[in-house]
């Protein structure tokens, strides 16, 4: 089993910037690709992005990129989303989830653990 738990959420105007975080214990958090979804209400869960076990590879949905930046850091089981121009479609509850296979899932069938979310709100 892992356990996920999220924080950094919050409200920010147009514009500004928020960092998540997600913490993980139980298993390795190194054997264990770690993506971000999201979910705004009466939508479905979307893919933010993704990063590797290593941290050396990343994908991100068209949505965000060049605006989010996915990274990890092994020695402290945490993966983070910096969110930078954060515009009000960002508007949703945030979710990491942690995938023990090698590749660098989209899907959330992809994915083993999943934490209990985090909101993040910006207002225009």
């Known amino acids: 089993q892992v356990q996920l738990v999220e924080s950094g959420g919050g409200s920010v105007q147009a514009g500004g910037s928020l960092r998540l975080s997600c913490a993980a214990s139980g298993r390795t958090f190194s054997n264990y690709a770690m993506g971000w979804f999201r979910q705004a209400p009466g939508k479905e869960r979307e893919f933010v992005a993704v990063i590797s076990r290593g941290g050396v590879g990343t994908y991100y949905a068209d949505s965000v990129k060049g605006r989010f930046t996915v990274s990890r850091d092994n020695a402290k089981n945490t993966a983070y989303l910096q969110m930078n121009s954060l515009k009000p479609e960002d508007t949703a509850v945030y979710y990491c989830?942690?995938?023990?296979?090698?590749?660098?899932?989209?899907?959330?069938?992809?994915?083993?653990?999943w934490g209990q979310g985090t909101q993040v709100t910006v207002s225009s």
């Open positions: 989830a942690a995938d023990h296979s090698l590749s660098l899932s989209v899907t959330t069938s992809g994915y083993d653990y």
